[in-house]
Structures are given as C-alpha cells and as structure tokens.
C-alpha cells in the first residue's frame, strides 16, 4: 500500500511515474531488501549519502529562511534536526564499525552524482520561492518514506541491510513524510490556491521530476562504487 503523503505530492508521484518507479524500485533498492547488495556500494553510497545529508540539511536551512509561517518554520526546522541529529545516526554509526570516523565521512569527496542532485535543490530554492524547494526537497524525503515501509513489509529482517530499512520504516521517519507532506499541501494552498489550476503547475512537477531522476543517478553512483 502507497502511504498518505498529502495530495500535492501523490500529484507530483503521479506525474513523474516512471522516473519514480525506475528510483523506488531501482536494482541497489532490491539488492538492500534481498541482501544481494555488495558491501563495498553500501558503503561508497553510505559516505557519499552522508555527504548529501550535510547539503541537503542547508537545503532544508534554507526553507525556514523562505517559510511564511510559523508552522512552515517548525515543520522545516524539525526535518533539519531530523537530519542532521538522527538520520545521520545511522550512517555515523555504520561507518566506525567499518573503521571509518566521522571526520573521514564530512571530509569525504564528492562524487559527481551527488554533487549535482544538492546543488540542484539549493538552486532550486535559491532561484525560485518555497514551493520550488519543496518539489525538489519531496522525492527525497518520501521517496525513503515509501522504499522503507515496502522493505520493512517484505520480510526485509534478514538482510545485512536491516538497520537502513528500519532507519526509514520507523514511525520517527514516516511522521516527518507525513508532517512534510501536509505541510506541503497548506504551502500550496496558501500561495497558489488548486495546484491543477496553477500557471506554475508544470514547473513544480519539473523540479519534483529532476530531483526524482537525480535520485536514480544517486543509487548508480553507489552501485558503480562496487
Ligand atoms: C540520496 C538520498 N535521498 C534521500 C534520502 C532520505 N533522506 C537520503 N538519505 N539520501
């Protein structure tokens, strides 16, 4: 079952199918679920991956500069803690029991893929409004949303991977798609009103796209890291 995200995004999903598809359901996803996955790609995206989170995190910095209200401030704020205090948690974690501490992971170079998936967002919102770093910011957050609660459901507990997947099917993670995800669709309310009837609508669903293909190429680049 697809979770409730709010409506904007089930829009936006539902607009860039395929690329969403070719992300959610991409070979290093299965490989995670199967336990196929070599260590070596889990680790190279795992580094780069906590390399993402340090610019998606500015990224998300950058929504409470351009929120509108209080509300948008804490739900934003919130996402960067998220982020930066428990999400990476994970990637801290597994990283030392590989011998790799967390000065090597923020020092890390960054592969070419991920370089140009945060930039995109940071220009996204550093060019246009708040709804323009929402429609690139969404695949990220709820597309792991979706990938976790899948895996988690699909007796995933057996892969040497389980702790990724639980990191994103716990109730913590999915209550930040969901406050997202709402917050996402007041943020359209309030500033274009019916997002199907909106001028700007193509845009956003552009931006919600790119962000969504440039997650495709993310998982590549671990996987090429093999
Ligand atoms: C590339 C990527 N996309 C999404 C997530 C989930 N926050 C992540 N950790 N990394």
Known sequence: MTPDFGKTFALWREGAAGPWHDYTH???????????LPRTAFLHYLVQDYVFLVHFARAWSLAVVKSETLEEMKI?????????????SLHVKTCAAEGIDEATLFAATE???NLAY???????GLQ???????????PCVMGYGE????LAASKASDTPYADWIATYADPEYQMVCENVGAMIDAAVTRRIGDLTQASRASVLQ?????ATKLEVGFW?????GQ
Do not use: P, W
Not at 76 to 88: I, P, R, S, Y
Not at 118 to 124: I, S
Not at 206 to 210: G, L, T
């Open 26 to 36: 991409h070979a290093f996803v299965q490989g995670l679920g199967d336990g196929t």
């Open 76 to 88: 934003c704020a919130g996402t960067v803690d998220a982020l930066v205090n428990h999400e990476m």
């Open 220 to 224: 590549q680049m671990g996987l090429n």
């Open 118 to 124: 945060t930039r995109y967002v940071m220009d996204a």
């Open 206 to 210: 552009d931006r919600f796209c790119m």
């Open 147 to 150: 990938i976790g609660l899948r």
């Open 111 to 113: 592969a070419v893929e």
């Open 128 to 138: 246009g409004d708040f709804l323009d770093l929402m429609a690139a910011l969404s």
